[in-house]
Structures are given as structure tokens and as C-alpha cells.
């Protein structure tokens, strides 16, 4: 034990002089009388397993509390000695982590736990001390490096857990360091046989390019020297998971039809300013130097130093093109930071920890303020997520509703904004100024009547992207509309909308109800309420009552129920949408035995045999939505409907396209009538909406058209009423829209 404990003292010593071997020694001392012999599934001792999460902590440079506690966090698992006794011998902190970890609790892969249940401890246990997270993620690391030896649907089914949950929490907590080796476990543990292929190739691909990749660093080194740069240098290649990632957003198979899989990092000393902040011009000098030198690729600057990620992370990134010597078309980037940025890149809220130990450095005051203010953001975002969950039973649509926020915030890809101050706001990505108004406060939500990205009008309905700056114009006497719930994004703010008009009389809840099923129901070409509501007996036996029907619209109008919902009840798809056209036989597979008769098997815009091509960005495989777009050479492309490169590229371009013999009997064709301002822009704004509903549009024309508006007809597809609820909000949401609704 005693070379365990010099390994562990010697990792320790790297990094920090306050951490005392007598405590570390007395711990494992302890940990060791308490585990004994005891082993765990993976045939290793449990000391063993302790051992090596605290080293693994020990590349984080976390401190003595969060080491000790690594060393005794299997104790309440193997031993009566609980929270008191470890309070007594190694202080209430070490104590409170190791209470934490057991409360965090072994999860769903070994007890078959919900999924909801393990995220509501997390939340839980993380908002009392963040260093609790540090230990779990390298508790779970050192898990996956020695399940070879477990049942393979036990390995993918931890893997599948790590991938969806810890790997997030790593990368929104900044961890960076753990992150990508989590990545790389959890991939080889669900595709074998595609990590094996790409280690192969790099492999190969090392050995054909190590001295190019030398020859680089060593070109890098030599610029930097002769522009008087001190610096270090290091080139390395992408973790393999995001290499995989790569290759499937671009439908490759060989690293070679890739070119972003290696970059060179440079990372320059901290150069601290009077008032203790760091120094970052030169950083922003190194980079033109390099653009000064060699061609940059447009589009692919980052700057991470001006606008921070949200879960800190710092950095200048550009790619250039002739930096490499014997490749001088291949594209290399390059990314700039300093020490601190990359030590606060490497370690995530680690850093906060590592900063408190160095004590008596002047320079470094501001930098534990910096970190100390992050640290506090993270708490802040977790605090959050942990009092979703503090009223939650277990059971009901509220604990749906905590699962379904906690993955919008966890899981979905995010995005970060600003406000015209520099603040940064992290949502997640498809967020509307709506969302960003209640990000900022709740009163600037209820008040929110414009919405301003980077200086121009947007509608409120707008997708925010990546580093816009966002302002919202707001007015005291405003109040939420309900139609917002239509497109709000979080359910922070869709809850704060509802929680708004729940605040209402009964009387108020009863009117606003009624109005808005009334403006559905014309919508949808249907007659308004009557005085008895009678249309609302429909839904079956329990809207009997005149008083159940006063109390459904009144649902509606308070926002706890959905006026789509409501009318879905009522009538049928046929109902609301007509017949289908007819009834096509359905096939179950397509076999084309030439790439050339692709044509003969799917209908454009009505017409079989076109020349057409499968788009190799989604490749749609038979009964999948499609669209066509029309390129400008001799064939049109066939994407999935849902692809985001063909939903990106010109509308102009777009048309219907369908499988031939393919069903077709809930395909129906619904024409709308939709009145706009007098500004032929606005069909831009309404053809956009659509498309984003997933529908085809057939055509579109001018009805009616005089100094005040102008009265469109189009002429759309959709296979279900969901998706015609979803176009009739998103097009009436939009600014310069009077109505829309299906023509009669």
C-alpha cells in the first residue's frame, strides 16, 4: 500500500504543495480497513478502484477534500461507518461529498433505475457542491475502463448512459480533459466495429503523415520565433468519437474525404495587466500574423476570447490553407490561447479549485475572481435544474415536464447570445427572442413586444443563432399572448407564459378561452361556439355537462390546455382535412439495381422518370418524407424532408417528391388563405414558416391585392393535423400577418 500511496503523493506534488500526505496517508489507511479484500464485478478490489479515481481526479489538480473523498467514497457501501464517522476523522466537507456521492447513488445501469430518477439525483446532490461532479465523472471513467470483462449488453448499456448524460455534464461544466476520453470508451463500447475501423485508419494515416504533421509544428515554431513569439506548440489529432461524428454528418466513410481531423495548438504565457486581468491583444496579433502569411478560410474564425462558450472555455481558432509543406491545398487549424484560458479549457470548473490552492500570487487575484464569477454561473444553471425537481414525486406529467426541461437544457446543442451590454445568455438551439426575454428576467418576458438581432426587427417567432446580439424592446403596459406557447423553446418560459395567465379570474380565463378556440375554428374553416358550447360534446360522454365545457375553455384560456389539442377531439383528420386522394398499394422495400433507374421510383412534383439523384448529405432510404431540389445543372437532388442542408438552401429551388407506390392515403392537399401586409418580403417570411412545419408547398399566388394588404392562396401538403396546427401557428405568429386559415 505504501507504493500506492507514493504514486498517488508523487501524481499530487505536480501541481500543488497544500495538500497534506498525512491526511491522503490516514485516509487510504482507513479506506483499506473498511474494503479489505471486497471486489467488484470487474474482478479488481475495491481499493484498487478507489486508487485509481483519485488519480484520475489528480489530472483535474483537484484538492485535498476531493481526493480524500475519492478514497472513501465506496465506505457507506461496504461498511456501517457512515456520515459521522468520517465527519470526525476527516472534517464535515469531506464528509458532505462522500454523503453526496452515496445519495447521487449507483445508477440505472446496475439497478434499472428511470432515467428521470437518476437526473433528479443528479441535480440534486450537484447543487450542493460541484466537486461532488468531478468525483462521479472520473468514479464513472475509471468504470468504463475495465468493463471488458462484464456481459456486453451491461457494457452498452453504461456506455449508452455515459453517452447521453456525463458526457454532456462534462462538456456544459467545461471539463474537456475527461470529456473526450469518455467519448472515446463509449464509442467503443456501442460501435465496435466502427471505432476499430477508424483507429485503423489513423493508425495508417499517422504513419503516411507524422512527418507532415512535424514538419507543420515545426513550421508553426519557427514563424512564432521569428516574429519573437515565446510559445509552445503541440499538433494533434481529434478525439476518435468526433472524428465518427465528422464522418457522419458529411456521409463518409474514410478520414480522407475530411480534412478538420488534426489541429495545432498554441499556447502562449499569461500576460497579466496592472489590475490583475489578463492581457489578450497579443493573442489577437498572433493571429494576424497568420493571416497575414497564409490564406485563412473564410468563415472559420472563431472568436472564443471576445465571446466566450458558455461553460467558459476560451480560445482563438482560424484554419489556413498552405501551412502544410508538402500539402499546400490542405486546410490546418490552428487555435490560440494562453495558459489560463487552456488550464481553465483542460479543467472546467476544476480550475476554481486548482486557483484557491495557489495562494500569495498578486497576478492571480483576478484570475480567482474570473473563475470564482463562472463558478457561480454553472451553480446558478444547476441550482436551477434543482429546484425543478425539489417538489417533483416520481409520478405525473409534472416529473414529464422536469425531464423534458432538464434535457432541453442538459442534452440539446446550445447556443450563446448577448445582450447589447456583452452578457452572455446560453439557450438551447432553436430559441426565440421569447425565450431570451425570459432568460433575462421574467418581467422583460411579460412585457416583450419587439424583438431586436444585431440592430434589426426580427419576429418573435425568429430562431436565435450562434453570437448574435439580442435586445428586446419591451412596453409597461404589454402582457404575454398565449400563441407564444406555440414556439417558446424552454419551458422556463413557456411555464412563466402559463403561470401568467393562470394568475387570471375565472371570468378573464373564460373569455381569452373562447376567443382563442374561435379563431382556431375559423382557421380550420369551421363554425365559432355557440352560446352552449355544443360543438365541444363532440370530444365524448365527459363534455356532457354545459359546466365541464365552461371548464375545458377556460383551460384554454388559462394555457394549461392547447386549443389544437381541444380541436383534435373534436373532428376528425377528415374533418379538418378533407379525403385523402386515394389509396396507394404500399410497398415495404424498393430494390434498385442501377443507380440510372432511380427515376423510375419516385414521383416529382407529379411526374415519374426524372432525372434524378439521391443527395448523399441525408441519403433517404423508401417510405421516407422527401423533398426535391432543383440544381442548376440536369438533375434534381432527392433530400429527406427534415434535412437541415436541403431546409437551408434557396426555396426558389424546392419541390414536391414522393415515392412511387409508396401510401399515400394521409397525404392531402389544403389550400390557405393567408392575409399579410402590403409587402411582397413577407412571403418569404410565410414560405420559411412552412418549411419549417415539414410540408411541401405546391404553389402560391396573389388573390386579392390592394394599398393595405395582400391576400395570398397556397397550396400546401400535409400528411396529419399536428402538422397543420404547427403551419397555422408558425405563419400567424409571424410579423406583417393579418390571419391565415384553410379556404373554405
Not at 521569428?226 to 456521409?251: C, D, H, M, P
Not at 398565449?482 to 422556463?492: C, Q, R
Not at 399536428?722 to 390571419?739: A, E, R
Request: net charge neutral; proline share 3%.
Amino acid at each position: 500500500m505504501k507504493r500506492e500511496l507514493s504514486s498517488l503523493i508523487n501524481r499530487v506534488s505536480e501541481y500543488s504543495d497544500h495538500i497534506s500526505e498525512k491526511r491522503l496517508e490516514k485516509a487510504l489507511n482507513f479506506a483499506a480497513e473498511v474494503y479489505g479484500d471486497s471486489k467488484r464485478m470487474s474482478g479488481e478490489t475495491v481499493l484498487q478502484h478507489v486508487l485509481e479515481t483519485a488519480k484520475i481526479l489528480t489530472t483535474l489538480k483537484v484538492d485535498e477534500e476531493t481526493l480524500i473523498a475519492a478514497l472513501l467514497h465506496e465506505v457507506p457501501e461496504y461498511s456501517e461507518k457512515h456520515y459521522n464517522n468520517i465527519e470526525a476523522e476527516f472534517g464535515k466537507n469531506v464528509a458532505i461529498l462522500v454523503s453526496a456521492y452515496e445519495r447521487m447513488g449507483v445508477i440505472n445501469a446496475s439497478h434499472g433505475e428511470s432515467e428521470i430518477e437518476t437526473l433528479r439525483k443528479m441535480a440534486l446532490v450537484m447543487a450542493k457542491d460541484l466537486r461532488v461532479v468531478l468525483l462521479k465523472l472520473s468514479d464513472r471513467l475509471h468504470n468504463l475502463q475495465t468493463l471488458e470483462k462484464l456481459d456486453k449488453d451491461f457494457r452498452k448499456q453504461m456506455a449508452r448512459e455515459t453517452l447521453d448524460i456525463y458526457v454532456p455534464l462534462s462538456s456544459r461544466l467545461g471539463v474537456y480533459r475527461l470529456r473526450s476520453v469518455l467519448e472515446d470508451l463509449c464509442f467503443k463500447y456501442l460501435n465496435e466495429n466502427e471505432y476499430k475501423d477508424i483507429q485503423a485508419q489513423l493508425k495508417i494515416l499517422g504513419k503516411k503523415k507524422k512527418n507532415a504533421i512535424e514538419d507543420i509544428t515545426r513550421a508553426v515554431e519557427d514563424f512564432l520565433k521569428e516574429k519573437g513569439v515565446e510559445a509552445s506548440v503541440a499538433g494533434r489529432y481529434k478525439n476518435t468519437y468526433s472524428i465518427y461524428k465528422k464522418l457522419k454528418k458529411k456521409g463518409k466513410t474514410s478520414i480522407d474525404d475530411i480534412n478538420d481531423i488534426f489541429a495545432i495548438r498554441i499556447i502562449i504565457p499569461t500576460v497579466y495587466e496592472d489590475d490583475g486581468g489578463e492581457n489578450v491583444g497579443n493573442l489577437y496579433e498572433i493571429i494576424g500574423h497568420f493571416h497575414n502569411k497564409w490564406k485563412p478560410l473564410p468563415g472559420r474564425f472563431k472568436d472564443y476570447v471576445g465571446f466566450p462558450k458558455p461553460n467558459g472555455y476560451k480560445s482563438l481558432h482560424t484554419t489556413v490553407i498552405g501551412l502544410a509543406p508538402h500539402s499546400h491545398n490542405e486546410p490546418v487549424e490552428i487555435q490560440i490561447r494562453t495558459e489560463k484560458m487552456h488550464e481553465e479549457a483542460e479543467y472546467g470548473i476544476a480550475a476554481h479549485w486548482l486557483y484557491k490552492e495557489s495562494k500569495g500570487k498578486s497576478t492571480q487575484v483576478k484570475d480567482e475572481q474570473d473563475l470564482a464569477g463562472k463558478q457561480r454561473a454553472q451553480m446558478d444553471w444547476i441550482q436551477s435544474l434543482a429546484r425543478l425537481s425539489m417538489h417533483l414525486d416520481g409520478e405525473g406529467d409534472e416529473d414529464e415536464n422536469f425531464m423534458k426541461e432538464l434535457k432541453v437544457d442538459l442534452f440539446q446543442d446550445r447556443i450563446f447570445v448577448f445582450t447589447p451590454s456583452g452578457e452572455v445568455k446560453d439557450l438551447p438551439q432553436g430559441s426565440t427572442p421569447i425565450d431570451f426575454a425570459y432568460a433575462v428576467h421574467t418581467d422583460v418576458g411579460n412585457k416583450c413586444i419587439m424583438g431586436k438581432v444585431n440592430g434589426n426587427v426580427v419576429p418573435l417567432n425568429y430562431e436565435l443563432q450562434n453570437g448574435e446580439v439580442v435586445e428586446v424592446v419591451t412596453r409597461s403596459n404589454a402582457s404575454p399572448k398565449l400563441e407564444w406557447l406555440s414556439f417558446a423553446k424552454t419551458n422556463g418560459a413557456r411555464n412563466k407564459i402559463k403561470g401568467f395567465f393562470r394568475s387570471f379570474d375565472q371570468d378573464y380565463n373564460f373569455k381569452e378561452g373562447k376567443d382563442i378556440l374561435n379563431k382556431k375554428l375559423e382557421q380550420i374553416g369551421k363554425p365559432k361556439l355557440d352560446l352552449k358550447l355544443t360543438v365541444l360534446k363532440n370530444i365524448g360522454e365527459e363534455m356532457s355537462s354545459l359546466k365541464k365545457r365552461e371548464e375545458i375553455i377556460k383551460q384554454i384560456g388559462s394555457g394549461s390546455v392547447l386549443a389544437s389539442s381541444v380541436i383534435k377531439r373534436i373532428y376528425t383528420p377528415e374533418e379538418i382535412l378533407g379525403s385523402a386522394p386515394g389509396k396507394g398499394t404500399q410497398k415495404t422495400d424498393i430494390k434498385i439495381s442501377d443507380e440510372s433507374d432511380i427515376g423510375k421510383h419516385i414521383f416529382v412534383g407529379g411526374e415519374k422518370g426524372m432525372p434524378v439523384k439521391i443527395a448523399k448529405c441525408c441519403k433517404p432510404t423508401f417510405g421516407q418524407p422527401i423533398a426535391a431540389f432543383i440544381t442548376r445543372g440536369s438533375t434534381i437532388s432527392i433530400h429527406k424532408k427534415d434535412c437541415p442542408i436541403y431546409n437551408s438552401s434557396s426555396f426558389e429551388r424546392h419541390t414536391t417528391a414522393t415515392w412511387a407506390g409508396q401510401k399515400d392515403e394521409d397525404i392531402r392537399i389544403i389550400k390557405l388563405i393567408v392575409e399579410t401586409l402590403p409587402d411582397i418580403q413577407i412571403m418569404k417570411e410565410v414560405t420559411k414558416q412552412i418549411n419549417k412545419s415539414l410540408a411541401s408547398i405546391l404553389n402560391f399566388h396573389i388573390k386579392k391585392r390592394d394599398g393595405e394588404k395582400i391576400v395570398w392562396e397556397i397550396q400546401v401538403e400535409v400528411t396529419n393535423f399536428m402538422q397543420f396546427s404547427d403551419i397555422l401557428n408558425n405563419v400567424s405568429s409571424s410579423q406583417g400577418i393579418y390571419s391565415v386559415r384553410k379556404a373554405l
